[in-house]
């Protein structure tokens, strides 16, 4: 139900930002921008268990919004010499 996806999305956001946290692939302004948005769906999140209809559909927009934006920034971010230089 709701309250499932809920609690898999809060540690699906959690795993992410410890897997941010410990990456050597950001810089250090990547890293704070990444984990801020993360932070912010984390926020998002929590807010849609609480909200009324029309707002959680709002806040279900951010959150999408933020996935989006998440994975252009590891897209963007990650440059081939970056992913050569990890699996070495």
């Not at 996806?5 to 990456?23: K, L």
């Not at 993360?38 to 951010?62: F, H, K, P, V, W």
């Not at 996935?67 to 050569?84: C, E, R, T, W, Y």
């Amino acid at each position: 139900g709701g309250a499932d996806a809920f609690e898999g999305g809060q540690e699906e956001v959690r795993r992410m930002h410890e897997s941010v946290q410990a990456s050597a692939l950001f810089s250090e302004g990547q890293r704070a921008h990444v984990l801020d948005n993360l932070a912010a769906m984390r926020s998002n999140l929590g807010r849609i268990q609480t909200a009324d209809n029309a707002s959680q559909a709002n806040l279900r927009e951010a959150v999408s919004i933020r996935l989006a934006i998440l994975d252009d920034n590891v897209q963007g971010f990650i440059s081939a010499a970056d992913i050569d230089r990890r699996e070495r």
